[in-house]
């Protein structure tokens, strides 16, 4: 990992893709690296809300849910800068939310359905969407989505294939960053 800090100016970068896709991981590395802020949208919804996320699938369904990620998404975004903000992966598919991304410099990160169902998973309990589900039915659900999902994902302003290890990945995303900060200067 690269381990001089810099500033990466004015600007939220959003990290959008499925689930399983490492916005939030990588979002606090890239952060880290940075020195910026990093906030996971699902997080600050908790927070804010006292509930998990399954908690308000499960009392208040998902379109409830749906509207509190609208609200919350509009609220960082307006009032925060210099910031990564990590996306749930339905943030992007849901079209009322493009005002708000569009705001943000925005980056797709890729992954196949292989590397999602492997990571998923084992990685389901706190995914409302797919905790309850079997492998064959994760593998399914990640098969249909994802033909539905990609060209919302696809609108970002980058698209980065994410594979490699933890490091090589952060690094290479670092490295992407760094031309994008470059072109804006
Ligand atoms: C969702 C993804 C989740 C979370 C919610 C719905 C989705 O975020 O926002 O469970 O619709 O794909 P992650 O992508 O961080 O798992």
Known sequence: MVTENKYICDMIISLIGFMGSGKSLYGRLVAEHYAMEQIDLDDFIMKNEEKTINEIFESDGEK???KLERRYLNELVETKNNVILSLGGGTPCQEENWSAIRK???????RTHHFLFHILKAKKA?????KNLNDDKISELINTMLVSRAPFYERADHVFDAYGSKIVLANRLIRKLDVIKSKRL
């Open 64 to 66: 409830s849910f749906r």
């Open 104 to 110: 943000t410099t925005s980056i797709y990160l890729k």
């Open 126 to 130: 706190n995914r409302p969407l797919i």
